[in-house]
Each structure stands twice: as structure tokens, then as C-alpha cells.
């Protein structure tokens, strides 16, 4: 029996090296790596049509915010369409919308149902899709703030006819409010100024992050636009997108703030969705990708990782209390090295999923000497995570043992505090 | 469609320093035979060599002045060791009872200190290269 015990060990062991491997590579990339792919400069001979879908549900505290900076962007106005898409909401969100379209002729505001609302963000986005006229088809969350020549950055990578869809950079736009939205901005520099850039430099598999970017019309038309059943659109769509024989950039220098969750409970019913999203995209996109012709195979490996990311908090406990049990029942030199192990994949898995040295890395290339020294309270963020991916993963296999895989949308709120933030840098240093 | 893209730089990127690196190995390698001659602590000596790797990797590489990196890997190393003795003597005191919650919490007790000082280390070269470059602007 103890074998068994010291051979699972060692499998999760080679399991989590992997990650470490990875992320120690991204960190380095994204710290000196210089060959990557090329980044391009707007282009004034290259301005398609664009349509930006705006899903908002109860969103009036901030949906006046990106209608005004909607206004603003500098894309040319005869080529641009703001859609919002009012997801029955019972708030003012609907008038402060339709103020806006009265007063803009690019903006339009598409009013759904009330028996129809509530139904998740792809069922939204789709139904932006059915009105919106333009060739790249670009979505922003109505909590976001776009800088005012984002829309000429993400386009210009649509040149490259092999580019299914681009993702641009988010910031957090309240980080100074509590303790949540710091850890919240920790994790988006790790995730985006480090991983995505890395992974776009090395040629792998960079994702759409379901807001902030945007997909070539007649490829989502192809793909069938955003599948309502499943909670992480973003990742499931991402990896349609590559399968499809088509890659995405990431787009660093195209920065959009956003308002991030301020409390736990925001916080907790967000990555819940989110981990359970991922895990039922793993469980629909893992064999394909295995499967597919379109695919290197370092893109298969690096989507492999990507795919099965929220299962780690989970198997880094699962091996940490293994070890200690393997410690316990027997004294052997092997087992003390066994116990030793899952510590170092601790040090490095703290975080939302991106190890210590990655986010440390990411603020640093910020210059952002303050939020250095918050690193260490991600080890609160770890422990919380494993709880609710613990949860996902239960609930999910619960769901697919039953048939019942119904889910109730929990829509992040918004109370607008980003508001306070708006061109001032106090508290990101 | 018709004129080709323009190359824009690529975002901000480090070249490291091979130098600073090398020195730091040589240090570390240095700081590690003493230590492990004056400790023969294997828990403890392998918390070090986790802060010096990560120290080595991500910190000696990066822009900034050489004494600064070599102070903060020492004082690191110091903390370390301090941090390895508090616990030896709470396992002389508590003996068996201290065993397992040793066995258990040693590791995070670590990651109390180890990303600590690393951070602060970081956010102090991140001091130093704004302070850098607002000189530099300064000057032009």
C-alpha cells in the first residue's frame, strides 16, 4: 500500500513541477525575452468596422462611466457601434443607456425582456451579436474603462489574417479600496503584465479573458458565437478560437481599467464561477486539443496546463497532506523527501494560480514599489482558493453524477467606486 | 489592408546582469557551505537554499545597484536563521507535542519570511530604478 501512497506523491509532485517549470519560464520571458512576436502600431490604412458589445445587467452605477468614455475613444466615429445590451435590468441602467444613444448616434441600446434576463453573459453577448454590424467584433464589461485609443491598438493585430481575436491588458481600476481589490490587482498583474505576455512572446496560447478584447466577426459567425452553457465563455471560446486553426495576441500596451469585487463574498461567488467554468471547459476542450491538427505541440502542452489550472490548489493540499501522511507511516529517507516536496510547490503556488516570484516579477516591471511588499497576503488568497475550487469540483462532479448541471448566474455587483479612481495613480504606486 | 503593419517595441524588458548574477552565486555558494558547517539543520538549511534560488533567479539579475542585492540576500539569510532557531527551540521545549504541528506548519512558518523579505527587496530595486529614471528625465 505504501507504494501506491509514494507513486501518487510522486505523480503530483511531476504535476506541480510542471507548473513551477512553466511559470519559472514565463517569468523570465516576460522579464528578458525579446524576441517575441511582433507588436504593431495602429494603422490608420487598416480601420475596419468595429461593433463594441457592452452587456449590462444593474449596472447603473457605472455604465454612464464607459458610455462616457465611449464617447471618447478616437476611433473614427463613422466606424465605430457601441451596442449596449440591457439584460432586463430593473435598475436605471436602461435610461442612463438610452440618454446616451439619444445623444450619440454610434451608441444603440438593445433592450431584453424581463422573463428573458438573468441567463448569463453569452446569451447577452449573442444577442449583441445578432444586431451589431461591424467586422471585428470587440466586448467590454460595463464596469470597465478603456483607454481613449484602444480600440485602433486591439484592431491593428487584426492585419495578421491568422489572428482569430486579440486580448488587451486589464488593470485594476479601485485597487487602493480594500484588501480584496489589492489581492484582486496583484493577481491581474501576474495573470496579464507576466503570464499573457509570455505566453504571447513564446508563441503559445494566450487567452481571452472574456472582456477587453475582440474576435474577427466571420470567425465567432463560424464558431457559433458564445456557448450559453458554459460558465467560463471567455475560456471555452478561447479554445474554439485555436482549434479552429486560429491564434490570439495579447495586446500589453492596450490597458483597460476595471472595477474589481471589493469583498470576499463578491470575490468568492466570482471565482467560483470561474473555477467551475474552467473545469467544465477542461473536462469539454481536453481531448480535442489533444486531437487536434491545428495545434503545436507546445501549444498543446501549454493549453494542457492552461486547461487544468483550478484543479491545482486543489492537488498542492492534496499532495501536502499525502506527504505528511507518507511521513507518518513510515520513516524512511524517501518518505522524509516526499514530505519536503509539496512545501516548495506551496512557496511557488500561492496566489490566485500564478506563483509569488511571477506576481513580484509583474509589479516590478510596473514599477510598482508598494504593491511589492503586499505579495506575502496572497498566501490568504491561496487558502481561500482551494476552498472554493474545492467546492467547484465537487459541485461540478455532483452535477455531471446527477445530469443536473444547472447553475444560477451570480452577477458580480458594481457600486461605482472606481469612480474615485479615474486619472489619479494614489494608491498603485 | 493595403500598407504593411508597423513594428512598435516590444513592452518593457530587462537585460540581466550576468555579472551581479555571478557574484551572487559565488556568495550564496559561499554563505551555504558556513551555514551548513555551524547549523547541520536540514529543514533549516533547505528553507535557505529556497530563498537563495528564488533570490539567485529573480533578484541578482535585475537592474539595480550590486550592495543593495548583497545586503538584502544577507539580511535574508539572517532572518532565515533566526526564524530556523526560534523553531528548533520551541521543539526543545515543547518536544513531542511541537512535532507535528512542526511537521505541519514549518513550511508556511518559512513562507512567513521568505517572500517577505524578497518582496521587500524587490519593491526597494523598484525604488531605485523610478528614482533612476526620474533622474535621468531630470537631466534631459
Known amino acids: 500500500m505504501i507504494w501506491i501512497l509514494n507513486l501518487i506523491i510522486a505523480l503530483l509532485i511531476a504535476v506541480m513541477s510542471a507548473y513551477l517549470v512553466r511559470h519559472y519560464i514565463f517569468t523570465l520571458t516576460a522579464l528578458y525575452y525579446r524576441s517575441g512576436q511582433p507588436h504593431f502600431f495602429p494603422n490608420r490604412n487598416y480601420q475596419p468596422i468595429v461593433s463594441v458589445l457592452i452587456p449590462a445587467r444593474n449596472e447603473e452605477k457605472v455604465i454612464g462611466r464607459i458610455l462616457q468614455r465611449a464617447i471618447e475613444l478616437t476611433y473614427p466615429k463613422e466606424k465605430i457601434?457601441?451596442?449596449?445590451?440591457?439584460?432586463?435590468?430593473?435598475?436605471?441602467?436602461?435610461?442612463?443607456?438610452?440618454?446616451?444613444?439619444?445623444?450619440?448616434?454610434?451608441?444603440?441600446?438593445?433592450?431584453?425582456?424581463?422573463?428573458?434576463?438573468?441567463?448569463?453573459k453569452s446569451v447577452v453577448l449573442n444577442e449583441g451579436l445578432k444586431h451589431a454590424n461591424g467586422e471585428i467584433i470587440f466586448c467590454f464589461d460595463a464596469d470597465y474603462y478603456p483607454q481613449r485609443d484602444i480600440i485602433e491598438k486591439l484592431t491593428a493585430y487584426f492585419i495578421d489574417p491568422k489572428v482569430g481575436a486579440v486580448q488587451g491588458r486589464v488593470t485594476v481600476l479601485n485597487e487602493p479600496n480594500t484588501l480584496v481589490t489589492r489581492l484582486v490587482a496583484l493577481e491581474r498583474i501576474g495573470g496579464y503584465r507576466v503570464d499573457q505576455l509570455a505566453r504571447d512572446d513564446l508563441r503559445l496560447m494566450p487567452q481571452f479573458g472574456g472582456t477587453v478584447g475582440g474576435f474577427r466577426r466571420s470567425l465567432l459567425e463560424f464558431l457559433g458565437g458564445w456557448d450559453p452553457n458554459m460558465l467560463a465563455e471567455d475560456t471555452d471560446l478561447t479554445f474554439r478560437v485555436y482549434l479552429a486553426g486560429y491564434k490570439i495576441r495579447y495586446i500589453n500596451e492596450a490597458e483597460c481599467y476595471e472595477e474589481a469585487v471589493e469583498t470576499w463574498q463578491s470575490y468568492k461567488d466570482q471565482r467560483y464561477r470561474w473555477a467551475r467554468g474552467h473545469m467544465q471547459a477542461a473536462l469539454k476542450h481536453l481531448w480535442p486539443l489533444v486531437k487536434s491538427q491545428n495545434l503545436k505541440l507546445r501549444e498543446k502542452i501549454d493549453g494542457f496546463l492552461l486547461l487544468n489550472i483550478y484543479f491545482m490548489p486543489l492537488l498542492v493540499v492534496l499532495a501536502w497532506v499525502l506527504g505528511a501522511l507518507s511521513f507518518s507511516i513510515q520513516v524512511s529517507d524517501l518518505a522524509k523527501f516526499y514530505s519536503f516536496l509539496p512545501s516548495i510547490f506551496l512557496f511557488s503556488a500561492v496566489g490566485n494560480f500564478a506563483p509569488f516570484f511571477e506576481i513580484g516579477i509583474g509589479a516590478y516591471l510596473d514599477e510598482r514599489e508598494r504593491t511589492c511588499r503586499l505579495i506575502p497576503i496572497l498566501l490568504i488568497a491561496f487558502f481561500f482558493n482551494v476552498l472554493i475550487c474545492a467546492k467547484a469540483f465537487f459541485d461540478l462532479c455532483i452535477s455531471k453524477f446527477t445530469g443536473n448541471d444547472r447553475y444560477k448566474w451570480a452577477k458580480t455587483p458594481h457600486n461605482g467606486n472606481g469612480n474615485n479612481f479615474i486619472n489619479t495613480n494614489e494608491g498603485r504606486e | 489592408m493595403s500598407s504593411p503593419p508597423c513594428y512598435c517595441p516590444i513592452p518593457y524588458k530587462e537585460t540581466p546582469k550576468y555579472w551581479h548574477a555571478a557574484i551572487g552565486s559565488g556568495i550564496v555558494f559561499i554563505l551555504m557551505l558556513v551555514l551548513h558547517h555551524i547549523l547541520d539543520e536540514p529543514k533549516l538549511i533547505f528553507s535557505l537554499v529556497i530563498f537563495n534560488l528564488v533570490f539567485l533567479s529573480f533578484t541578482f539579475p535585475l537592474n539595480g545597484p550590486l550592495w543593495c542585492k548583497i545586503v538584502w540576500l544577507l539580511l535574508g539569510n539572517v532572518m532565515g536563521v533566526l526564524f530556523g532557531l526560534i523553531r528548533l527551540s520551541f521543539g526543545l521545549v515543547l518536544k513531542a507535542d511541537f512535532y507535528w504541528?512542526?511537521?505541519?506548519l514549518s513550511h508556511l512558518i518559512d513562507f512567513l519570511w521568505i517572500v517577505p523579505i524578497w518582496s521587500l527587496a524587490l519593491s526597494f530595486l523598484s525604488m531605485m530604478k523610478k528614482r533612476k529614471n526620474k533622474s535621468i528625465e531630470n537631466l534631459k
Open chain 1, 81 to 120: 457601434e457601441i451596442i449596449v445590451i440591457d439584460d432586463a435590468s430593473t435598475d436605471q441602467t436602461s435610461e442612463i443607456a438610452e440618454r446616451f444613444a439619444k445623444e450619440h448616434k454610434q451608441i444603440r441600446v438593445i433592450h431584453r425582456k424581463v422573463g428573458e434576463g438573468g441567463k448569463g
Open chain 2, 101 to 104: 504541528v512542526d511537521f505541519f
